[in-house]
């Protein structure tokens, strides 16, 4: 399909990814894309700024997934034009961010996001003039609020796949970096050196998974080769910005795939640092249930179903917190307390390395709760943990655990069959609970029916 994509274009092979100061250009005959593929109103925001003198094209992700036959998520624009010059463009646009100001152009529901070229700081760049360095010790970009020109701009972007700039007008792709090759080849490629560029962001070691998951793409030797030796240094990232990261790499619908390229690049740890433990001392059950997880939420994902953020971290986590529990029962705390003492713990331990957010933490902590809860059902219990609004992502939770090898006695069986039963034998059911008196107050029960019941749709629940 690549070939059909670039007709008759030839690259020659270059080894390295140095950006080149002209830049390659493809007429339309030498590639598939047309204007028509774009969203209209980035082509029309493209336009407006040309009219007005400005440089203007599309770029980045929606380039490249274009080219790729994919449908892109969002059109990203860059031009010349500062802020204020595109603000006053167009009358539905905003400035946003301080540190580095973009300007969304709003239509309806779509946002259009339009940046400035910008450039890179040189690595040795003299502070003289400024009295706060850009970078600190290691040679992390602290702040990039410098405005270039194109070509400073494509140099400053991270892969080559990713500084494709598309002319709208002349239907021509701008390649700087050898991007098209990159396509070609399906390869992941930092523009420049790659250890470098992993110092001056090493969120970028995320994004290199994260790209090549998404595309099936591998990752270029030379911008592979740094990464285990680099991975530790997102330890120091934001914990606000890894959250965002962490939700790309896990809602983009290869989430899967995406945790055995974290795994072999030991990017993982440094993410979920008790949840590798938990890998370590109990492999075969931890990574059965974060698979599964991560699968049901590809799957849901291409379904075009929600899916909630607290579900994943619930059972990313899930599997470090019996081992923290038991330490405290060791401690003369009862099971229950512990339990949720663990959870507290774990949580706030988590949030250091990636904020989750209150409205996450307190639904990742009712799902754990439910699952103490679910064995208990004599009495009104059971018909009051039907109506608690999250009992159904505590039930799907359930069915995560029993997938995963946990054993509970067929809880989640008996937990489907009173879903489906009516009044009287849910009555009936209760009753059956309380004649296994050892079982009315934690122990789940044998299974009531045969297992020709079909299980309430295994997956996650919706927010
Ligand atoms: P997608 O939107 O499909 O996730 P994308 O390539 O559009 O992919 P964005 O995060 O939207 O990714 O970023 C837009 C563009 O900005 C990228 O294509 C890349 O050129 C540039 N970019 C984003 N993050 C970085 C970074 N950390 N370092 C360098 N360039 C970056
Ligand atoms: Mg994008």
Avoid at 169 to 190: F, P
Wanted: hydrophobic fraction near 35%; proline fraction near 6%.
């Amino acid at each position: 399909m690549l070939k059909k994509l670039f007709k008759s274009f030839r690259s020659p092979l270059k080894r390295n990814a140095h950006s080149r100061s002209t830049p390659e250009a493809l007429g339309p005959r030498q590639h598939s894309l047309q204007r028509g593929q774009f969203s209209r109103n980035a082509v029309n925001v493209v336009e407006r700024l040309q009219h007005a003198g400005y440089q203007a094209f599309l770029v980045g992700g929606c380039v490249r997934d274009q080219l790729l036959g994919i449908t892109p998520k969002d059109f990203d624009v860059a031009t010349s034009a500062t802020p204020e010059q595109v603000r006053a463009e167009f009358r539905n646009a905003r400035v946003i961010g301080r540190r580095f100001k973009l300007v969304h152009v709003h239509f309806g529901r779509e946002i259009i996001e339009v940046a400035t070229f910008r450039s890179n700081h040189p690595q040795d760049e003299s502070e003289e003039d400024s009295h706060v360095s850009s970078r600190n010790e290691s040679g992390r970009i602290l702040r990039d609020n410098v405005y270039g020109n194109q070509e400073d701009d494509a140099q400053r972007r991270d892969f080559t796949i990713n500084a494709l700039y598309f002319d709208v007008t002349g239907e021509r792709i701008l390649d700087y970096a050898h991007g098209v090759h990159d396509i070609r080849n399906r390869l992941v490629r930092l523009i420049g050196t790659p250890e470098q560029r992993y110092l001056e962001d090493p969120v970028r070691m995320l994004r290199a998974v994260r790209f090549a998951a998404k595309l099936d793409f591998d990752i270029e030797k030379h911008t592979a080769e740094p990464i285990r030796r680099l991975a530790p240094m997102l330890r120091d990232i934001p914990s606000a910005r890894l959250f965002d990261e962490t939700l790309k790499l896990f809602l983009a619908g290869y989430a899967e795939y995406t945790f055995d390229l974290l795994l072999e690049y030991d990017l993982f740890e440094p993410l979920f640092p008790a949840s590798a433990a938990a890998l370590r001392h109990n492999p075969e059950y931890t990574e059965r249930l974060i698979r599964r997880a991560l699968a049901n939420t590809d799957d849901r994902i291409y379904q075009g179903k929600p899916v909630t953020p607290a579900f994943l971290f619930a059972a990313l986590l899930w599997p470090a917190l019996p081992a923290r529990a038991l330490q405290l029962q060791d401690r003369g705390m009862p099971p229950i307390p512990a339990m949720q003492e663990a959870a507290h713990d774990l949580i706030a331990e988590q949030c250091k390395r990636i904020a989750i957010p209150k409205r996450f933490t307190l639904p990742i902590r009712e799902i754990w709760d439910m699952q103490e809860r679910l064995p208990r059902r004599s009495g009104k219990r059971a018909d009051l943990l039907l109506e608690n609004p999250r009992f159904r992502a505590g039930y799907d939770f359930l069915l995560l655990r029993e997938d995963a090898g946990e054993k509970t006695n067929g809880l989640g069986d008996w937990w489907t069959d009173y879903q489906d039963a009516n009044d009287s034998e849910r009555r009936a059911m209760i009753r059956d609970l309380s004649s296994h008196n050892d079982e009315a107050a934690s122990g789940p029960r044998k299974r009531r029916r045969s297992g020709s019941r079909k299980r309430r749709g295994a997956g996650q629940a919706s927010e």
